[in-house]
């Protein structure tokens, strides 16, 4: 293939969950080969599906990449992603995501392993056509879409949630074994995960627009970092709640039992790095947080139950950060959310306010109104100032932060 030509890989189309997914699972192994990832690569996301174009490079040589990547990476693969019982977990990367069995695990690297298959997959996926013998309706595909890789999959979804889902029966949703493993493969390269006893946690995130490949690579490499740290972090080592410095998976999943949902994935994109934020805020998309709670004691046996799904429009806060970033008071924001969501889990009477700062600051990001913000400085003293007595000290909110906030109100 020359250097002028494109490669155009469309994703199936079974739900903006699980084609979010199963993006990652294809343009993560290429972006991190090449060199100018935003030149070569690009995502355009419909709110359904998305294309991947890919510029200089032949179908062979992609097949090729995603099934290298599978073989050096099987290890932790298979580590994060099947379910693995705390009292065998050796460090806290073990069953990171947990929420498959060994068999199903062992059955997607086998698939992705095969360059072959992979790349008859990848011709198939050329034309947006793929999915029209998958699905309800599909008949002679083997693989039943596990509920990690698409929670309103057919028999899964509660019959009360609404009387008109076409998913709402009694039947498996079936997709073909590479659509299955594509998306598994997606959920270990792009998806933050938090566990807490029985539950576990899942938050990635989806777009409509284009992305480039540098963007993609800035926010699915801080993910894959996140995971590097919990491989070298003991599971006997103890969790200081107050610290600074704990990853941010386990921030999220000391804090999931008392924030809802949609603060916590705004709450997430606040501590992202900078890189990630910038690469983020320059695409020319509107982002949104995927995010699934699941009570995952029965995950063995991949009877999953879903306690909470929610999609979140994340651009206000992506909005509001790139500014607070020009601003150089990204940092100092970044420690106050990080304080908020620990004084949010206390227990004590610091708690309330501390959640609803939380909630305030999201409002203010997404209207504007001074009226939100004074909610959230209001909010976040009171809580601060009940929290220091049980803490190490008051950390304030700032002139600073204040001034650079109350700066949003005036920008469009």
């Avoid at 209207?367 to 950390?395: A, G, I, P, Q, W």
Wanted: aromatic letters at 8%; glycine letters at 8%; hydrophobic letters at 40%.
């Amino acid at each position: 293939m020359c250097d002028g030509d494109e490669l155009v890989i469309y994703t199936p189309g079974h739900s903006l969950y699980t084609d979010t997914l199963i993006t990652y699972g294809i343009a993560y192994p290429m972006i991190r080969t090449i060199e100018e990832p935003e030149e070569i690569l690009k995502v355009f996301g419909t709110g359904l599906n998305y294309a991947i174009t890919i510029r200089g490079v032949g179908i062979d040589h992609l097949a090729q990449v995603i099934a290298n990547y599978v073989i050096e990476k099987s290890n932790s693969f298979k580590r994060e992603l099947m379910v693995i019982p705390r009292s065998e977990a050796k460090t806290r990367a073990d069953g990171r995501v947990g929420l498959l069995s060994g068999n199903d695990v062992l059955e997607f690297v086998k698939v992705l392993r095969n360059k072959a298959g992979v790349r008859k997959y990848l011709e198939s996926l050329r034309s947006p056509a793929h999915a029209k013998n998958e699905g309800k309706t599909g008949k002679g595909v083997k693989s039943k879409l596990k509920l990690s890789l698409m929670p309103t999959a057919g028999k899964y979804l509660p019959q009360d949630l609404t009387t008109n889902n076409r998913y709402s029966d009694n039947r498996y949703y079936r997709v073909c074994e590479y659509c299955s493993a594509f998306a598994a493969l997606g959920l270990y390269c792009g998806a933050l995960t938090a566990r807490l006893r029985e539950w576990a946690l899942i938050i990635f995130l989806g777009f409509e627009g284009e992305v480039g490949g540098g963007a993609l690579n800035q926010a699915l490499h801080l993910i894959r970092s996140e995971a590097d740290t919990l491989a070298n972090l003991p599971i006997e080592e103890g969790i200081t709640a107050r610290g600074r410095d704990i990853p941010l998976s386990l921030e999220l999943g000391l804090s999931m039992d008392v924030l809802p949902l949609r603060t916590l994935s705004q709450a997430m994109l606040c501590l992202f790095t900078d890189s990630a934020i910038k690469g983020i805020s320059e695409s020319n998309a509107s982002w949104k947080s995927l995010s699934v709670k699941f009570n995952a004691t029965r995950a063995k046996s991949g009877n999953l139950q879903v306690r909470g799904y929610e999609e979140v429009l994340l651009t206000p806060v992506v909005d509001a950060l790139a500014d607070l970033m020009r601003d150089n008071v990204i940092v100092k924001f970044r420690e106050r959310v990080r304080w908020l969501l620990r004084a949010a889990r206390s227990r004590g009477p610091e708690s309330g306010d501390a959640i609803t700062a939380l909630e305030s600051i999201f409002m203010f990001f997404q209207t504007r109104r001074l009226s939100d913000l004074y909610s959230f400085v209001r909010s976040y003293e009171v809580s601060m100032k009940n929290f220091s007595k049980s803490s190490e000290y008051r950390l304030g909110l700032s002139r600073e932060v204040c001034e650079e906030l109350a700066k949003l109100s005036t920008r469009p």
